[in-house]
């Protein structure tokens, strides 16, 4: 077992729990769930305050999850507006821009509020109205946040796309929600470098409903074209209202939509609605980064991820914080750019991923040793498992040994943190979230008969028992679609996808995705999408993608490829294709070794035998097990002869 960390007295002291108050809490959350969410859901101001509490079911056939049902309220009057009544003058957003020569903002509460009013106002007079579906496609801009607040204003859904996605994946979601209104800007600087935004949202709209409005944000002032849909937000802005009253929402109204990747098909919309999920991303951000009124609270993400939305915008905004919004890359313009924005800044919670970690730690100590780290009280980590190794380092060389590290599993789905060492509560444990939030119920499942594995030191699936208030409701268009990918394989159980141990303490340790799902760099992506978009190429037959380990980015793309008869395989076309993956999917998606396949491992019944394509990727082809089912078992020696991982 390698070194854990106990909290030390100061920092049990000051955080929201210790140990012992975790283990009451916790105890009181799992045995009366009303009782306690009753409590904690007086953490946001309602309109009509709820009545009823929890009604959620798993039951095959009827998953139905409700948090707060009867409650009213509204999420930017519950992140803007009742700050301005206490801390007006406070500064609510950071903005640090991707060059680090021009410089930072700090937005205020109050100046938040006209902000997000006039924002919300010039989305009513684009005739966007409660219930309706709005993506955004920005940069990490203050615009985006004035953006997704001024949706929650008015009752509109926001559907967050990454900037770096591309145009058909754009049009994919826009079409999926069936969205009113793209807000995007004209260009994303990011890195140094300059992405097209409003050019990218241009072809995306080509395959869109005609009436689909563009309201367009000025980022650099670069040029760009401009049609009759388009809409200039900075002209607008001029002239709209600074006052707007908040929508009454009802709890279980829809939020926000967010893609993600699942193992099957096309991105599914994942739907969080306003009450619970406000309520979860606040105490999480509240318990788990120990923040406290005066703190600096800093993740890394981007608000196209389900991170930002937690932990940049609504969990950060809705306990009253100071947040920043940073528009740039770890590296960009050099290794050191995280560490100088913390000095700046004076950030005391800094949040982000392994693989972020992991480059820096290979950029040299001496990139973080050259700021001033002192204000650093606590960091965490999220996206994948990490590395012991990278775990210690960002450990002594980062926090200099006093700042416990929060390794938080979650994901888009759950809306907040499920697994999470709690700071000065928890004995760290590098490489193990650890502990179950306040009213999460994790079980460990055996894959094969689906029976609950009780006890300590055991291995299966990682499944969640019971609702919290920040759970998914269902898949945007298609609840079935919610009951079969998340409660289809384990019935009474939410199926995370994850494997995971409980070792001998209870701790758990989630080993990753399970499922068709790999993790590239924090990002999910579906092997199903980037086969799909490969077998779009006029080259190629057939496609099997796998992942494989990564020093940097925890999990590489491998990808085999079986061309069209008469095809060739050459350098040349190894770059087109990844280059058509880029376009069709995004950067994040391009192939980091494309195999030549003249055949893929098939069983009788035709199905690829995806287990064995992953150990030849692993380079680890001494136990490939079973191959006597494969219709073909011969096409296994010709890709291991040729496989593109040596060792
Ligand atoms: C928040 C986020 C979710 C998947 C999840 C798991 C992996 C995230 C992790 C972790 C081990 C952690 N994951 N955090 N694995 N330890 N601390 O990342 O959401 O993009 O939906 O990804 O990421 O595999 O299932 P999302």
């Excluded at 007086?42 to 959620?56: E, F, M, Q």
């Excluded at 929600?177 to 793209?182: F, G």
């Excluded at 650099?220 to 709209?240: P, S």
Aim: charged letters at 25%.
């Amino acid at each position: 077992m390698s070194n854990t960390y106990p909290p030390t007295e100061a920092q049990a002291k000051r955080a929201h729990a210790d140990a012992e108050t975790y283990a009451k809490m916790y105890s009181h959350s799992i045995t009366d769930p009303e009782g306690f969410w009753a409590e904690e859901g007086k953490r946001l101001d309602w309109i009509k305050p709820y009545t009823k509490v929890k009604n959620s079911s798993f039951t095959p056939g009827n998953i139905d999850i409700k948090w707060f049902e009867d409650g009213t309220l509204n999420v930017s009057a519950n992140c803007v507006d009742r700050h301005v009544e206490t801390r007006g003058d406070q500064t609510a957003i950071i903005w640090e821009p991707d060059d680090p020569k021009d410089d930072a903002k700090h937005i205020t509460y109050r100046e938040l509020q006209g902000h997000v009013c006039r924002m919300a106002n010039i989305l009513q007079s684009l005739g966007v109205s409660k219930g309706d579906r709005v993506v955004l496609y920005l940069p990490m801009i203050p615009e985006a946040a004035y953006a997704m607040l001024a949706c929650t204003r008015i009752g509109a859904v926001h559907s967050i796309v990454f900037a770096g996605f591309s145009p058909d994946a754009l049009g994919a979601r826009i079409n999926g929600c069936d969205a009113k209104l793209v807000i995007t800007a004209d260009y994303a600087p990011r890195g140094g470098r300059e992405t097209p935004l409003k050019s990218n949202a241009d072809a995306a709209l080509l395959h869109c409903k005609e009436n689909v409005k563009c309201l367009v944000v000025k980022r650099t002032g670069g040029q760009t074209t401009w049609t009759d849909r388009d809409y200039d937000y900075n002209e607008l802005v001029l002239e709209a209202d600074d006052y707007q009253k908040p929508e009454e929402m009802n709890a279980e109204d829809p939020l926000f939509i967010l893609y993600t990747s699942g193992s099957t098909g096309q991105p599914k919309g994942v739907v969080h609605t306003t009450g619970g999920y406000l309520v979860y991303a606040s105490m999480t951000h509240q318990y788990t980064f120990d923040y406290h009124d005066g703190d600096v609270f800093w993740c890394t993400a981007d608000v196209g991820w389900v991170t930002g939305h937690s932990y940049i915008v609504y969990g950060p905004l809705a306990n009253g914080a100071t947040t920043i919004m940073f528009e740039g890359v770890p590296t960009f313009p050099d290794a050191g750019r995280f560490w100088e924005v913390c000095a700046k800044h004076k950030v005391t919670q800094f949040y982000t991923a392994p693989t972020a970690i992991r480059a820096l730690m290979g950029a040299g100590d001496d990139h973080v040793k050259k700021h001033d780290l002192s204000d650093l009280r606590l960091l965490g980590s999220v996206g994948e498992p990490i590395n012991p190794e990278a775990w210690t380092w960002y450990y002594n060389v980062v926090g200099g040994g006093n700042c416990p590290i929060v390794d938080t599993f979650w994901q888009t789905e759950t809306g907040g943190h499920m697994l999470t060492p709690l700071p000065g509560a928890t004995t760290l444990k590098p490489g193990a979230a650890q502990t179950p939030f306040f009213g999460v119920k994790p079980v460990v499942l055996d894959p094969q008969s689906g029976e609950e594995i009780h006890g300590n030191d055991v291995e299966g699936v990682l499944c969640i028992a019971d609702s919290w208030p920040g759970q998914m409701r269902t898949v945007w268009g298609d609840h079935e679609r919610f009951e079969k990918t998340y409660f289809g394989d384990y019935k009474g159980y939410y199926f995370s996808g994850d494997g995971c141990k409980r070792d001998a303490d209870g701790d758990y340790w989630v080993t990753g995705r399970v499922d068709d799902v790999i993790n590239v760099s924090g990002h999910r992506m579906g092997t199903a999408e980037v086969e799909s978009a490969l077998v779009a190429h006029a080259k190629v037959a057939e496609s099997a993608v796998v992942g494989y380990p990564h020093d940097i980015k925890g999990q590489g793309i491998y990808a085999y490829v079986t061309l069209m008869n008469g095809e060739e395989p050459s350098d040349e076309l190894r770059k087109e294709l990844e280059t058509w993956v880029r376009t069709e999917i995004g950067p994040i998606a391009k192939p980091d070794l494309i195999q030549w396949a003249p055949g893929l491992p098939k069983t009788r019944s035709g199905k690829i035998m995806r287990r064995i394509l992953r150990k030849i990727a692993e380079d680890d082809f001494g136990a490939l097990g079973d191959t006597s089912t494969l219709a073909d078992p011969s096409v296994v020696d010709d890709l291991i002869a040729n496989r593109m991982n040596r060792s």
